[in-house]
Nanobody, 113 residues
Framework: QVQLVEAGGDLVQPGGSLRLSCAAS????????MDWYRQAPGKQREQVAA???????WYANSVKGRFTISRDNAKNTVSLQMNSLKPEDAAVYYC???????WGQGTQVTVSS
């Protein structure tokens, strides 16, 4: 069974940067569209970015221009580079294999001064 493990969440000041990573247990990153979602307390989980097997990317308007999703097929990882972080970016971030609806356990991002 494929598993996803996120890492990289931390406490960061507004305007700072973080890089999240998602490691897959199998060689699936190159095959499927991979998503990043986030969920803040009291809010619905929302998709923030996606990358297809062909390398096409999609971003939510709220993060466009600040976040970058990338994929390393050799390492079976998907990353989310987050710049110019805002307090409203604070959430638990999850990665997901789109077609299989497999989720990681999440990693906490806190943005606060």
């Amino acid at each position: 069974q494929v598993q996803l493990v996120e890492a990289g969440g931390d406490l960061v000041q507004p305007g700072g940067s973080l890089r999240l990573s998602c490691a897959a247990s199998g060689s699936i990153v190159s095959i499927y569209t991979m998503d990043w979602y986030r969920q803040a307390p009291g809010k619905q989980r929302e998709q923030v970015a996606a990358i297809t097997s062909g390398g096409a990317t999609w971003y939510a308007n709220s993060v466009k221009g600040r976040f970058t999703i990338s994929r390393d097929n050799a390492k079976n990882t998907v990353s989310l580079q987050m710049n110019s972080l805002k307090p409203e970016d604070a959430a638990v971030y999850y990665c997901r294999i789109d077609a299989l609806n497999v989720w990681g356990q999440g990693t906490q991002v806190t943005v606060s001064s």
